[in-house]
């Protein structure tokens, strides 16, 4: 079974045509980075995978689950789908482990030192283990951003989308964050979903690169193939020469 499967969907906003007949299957354990101009309908694409936008039309399927079907039970869907956005979305009033913890308590019931045990191991992951006590507002944004990402972490999902996660810091936090995120590309099993600009994560652990423009996926293909050949699209391959030129 896939991770992720796109039949012939279809997405609105009022008259607004915002995805446009997309097919996409994505398979356990790959990361994808999806790449596109701004108002492409990148971000509109990977929220239909949480369930954030429900889809008009077609088939989508997340592990298993059907979540065109109304009777599809998203936050049974949701909890094996963490999402990491581009503002962090921290609870700014809870200490970083408090972050961390919350929702494995709240949704999984897991045990209070097991939860502890864990947010600890994902703190050292990140490089963040003298943070745990630390408000979120004493935090830099690359710092809350590894936080968003141990948050997510800390689910165990078996998917990870990642929108724009990089593009709210400072050019000398990105590293850090990409790094994190290198990591757990290679040494998990996660399937990896990313928005991202930054070409030089997509070459180094990206399996494919999928280019979207007006709501439509113009390329998919292996990362040797995009950026080693050329795409074969005309537009993929002027926004690739822009981006890669900045
Ligand atoms: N809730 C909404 N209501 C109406 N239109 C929307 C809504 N959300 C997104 N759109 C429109 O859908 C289009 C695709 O938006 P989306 O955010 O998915 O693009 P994107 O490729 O992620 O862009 P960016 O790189 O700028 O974030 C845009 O034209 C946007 O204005």
């Known amino acids: 079974m896939s991770m992720i499967e796109f039949h012939n969907v279809e997405k609105y906003y009022g008259d607004f045509h915002a995805l446009k007949n997309i097919n996409l299957t994505i398979e356990k354990g790959e990361t994808v980075v999806l790449i596109g101009p701004s108002g ?10 949480n369930g954030l936008e429900r889809i008009e039309q077609g088939q989508l ?10 009777k599809t039970d998203m ?13 962090f979305n921290l609870y700014n009033n809870k200490s970083v482990l408090e972050n961390i913890m919350l929702a494995p308590r709240v949704v999984l019931g897991r045990p209070e030192d097991e939860n502890k045990k864990l947010a600890m191991e994902l703190l050292e992951q990140v490089g963040l283990v003298d943070k745990a006590e630390s408000m979120p507002s004493m935090l830099s944004g690359g710092q809350k951003q590894r936080i968003a990402i141990a948050r997510s972490l800390a689910m165990k999902p078996q998917c990870i989308l990642f929108d724009e996660p990089t593009s709210a810091l400072d050019p000398e936090m ?3 964050v990409l790094n994190v995120m290198k990591n757990i590309a290679r040494d998990s099993d996660m399937t990896m979903l990313v928005v991202t600009h930054e ?7 990206g399996d494919r690169v999928i280019f979207m423009a007006d709501g439509e996926i113009l ?3 292996v990362k040797e193939e995009f950026f080693d050949g050329q795409p074969s699209n005309e537009r993929a391959r002027q926004f690739l020469s822009k981006i890669i030129k900045h």
């Open 40 to 49: 492409s309908g990148k971000s509109t694409l990977i929220r239909t995978v």
């Open 61 to 70: 399927i997340v592990n298993g689950f059907d979540l065109a079907d109304k």
């Open 75 to 87: 936050n049974r869907t949701r909890k094996n789908v963490g999402m990491v956005f581009q503002h």
């Open 174 to 176: 990105i590293d850090d």
């Open 199 to 205: 070409m030089g994560f997509a070459r180094e652990v």
């Open 219 to 221: 390329e998919d293909d």
